[in-house]
Nanobody, 123 residues
Framework: QVRLMESGGGLVQTGESLKLSCAAS????????MGWYRQTPGKQRELVAV???????DYADSVKGRFTISKDNAKNTGYLQMNSLKPIDAAVYYC?????????????????WGQGTQVIVSS
């Protein structure tokens, strides 16, 4: 089984920065895709940024130029550096990862979510 744990959320003022982390644990053999999503009450969860093992990176238009997604393959950890934060960025941020893990003699696929980390941006 695979577990994702986000951290790094908190309360900041407009214009400040935060760096979110998503640590994946378990007998992971590969992470093929990792995405950061965010959700506010009453709204659908939206994709913020995505990175793949092949080097593809993409961002929501609303965060381009301010957020940077990255990952450390050796640590099975992804990051979302968020700069110039705005009140509209306030949300619960979730990471999602897809990949493979080993269970006994088998290699299985996973697609899991973390529990979320709250980001609050005061104006």
């Amino acid at each position: 089984q695979v577990r994702l744990m986000e951290s790094g959320g908190g309360l900041v003022q407009t214009g400040e920065s935060l760096k979110l982390s998503c640590a994946a644990s378990g007998s992971i053999t590969s992470i093929n895709r990792m995405g950061w999503y965010r959700q506010t009450p009453g709204k659908q969860r939206e994709l913020v940024a995505v990175i793949t093992s092949g080097g593809y990176i993409d961002y929501a238009d609303s965060v381009k130029g301010r957020f940077t997604i990255s990952k450390d393959n050796a640590k099975n950890t992804g990051y979302l550096q968020m700069n110039s934060l705005k009140p509209i960025d306030a949300a619960v941020y979730y990471c999602n990862a897809e990949g493979t893990y080993q269970s006994g003699p088998y290699f299985l696929s996973f697609n899991d979510w973390g529990q979320g980390t709250q980001v609050i941006v005061s104006s």
